[in-house]
């Protein structure tokens, strides 16, 4: 079992920087088994992938939020990093990071989520 939290401001102003971190317990973010993805869910739409991160470092981003997409991370404290810049009303959602296993070709491990309100 692999528990992921998110944290972050509930609460972001538009043209800001949308900021979250993912703490993961129970496994290493470095761990060649994985990659590590940011996943969000807008109100009445379905999940929207936005990033990853892959245990060397190496990142990928959808080609639709890639200008606007950094994904880092500290393996001191073994979190992930979500920055998302310019952000509108559009970009609320429910924001999710999830661990993508190799072996299985699937995310199995995800956090519960935390919501991010785009409001001035």
């Known amino acids: 079992q692999v528990p992921l939290q998110e944290s972050g401001p509930g609460l972001v102003k538009p043209a800001q920087t949308l900021s979250l971190t993912c703490t993961v317990s129970?496994?290493?973010?470095?761990?060649?088994?994985?990659?590590w993805s940011w996943i969000r869910q807008p109100p009445g739409k379905g999940l929207e992938w936005i990033g990853n991160?892959?245990?060397?470092?190496?990142?990928y981003y959808s080609p639709s939020l890639k200008s606007r997409t950094s994904i880092s991370r500290d393996t001191s404290k073994n979190q992930l990093t979500l920055q998302l810049s310019s952000v509108t009303p559009e970009d609320t959602a429910i924001y999710y990071c999830a661990r993508y296993s190799r072996a299985l070709a699937a995310m199995d491990y995800w956090g519960k989520g935390t919501l991010v309100t785009v409001s001035s």
């Open positions: 991160i892959r245990y060397s470092g190496d990142t």
């Open positions: 129970g496994d290493s973010i470095t761990s060649n088994c994985c990659s």
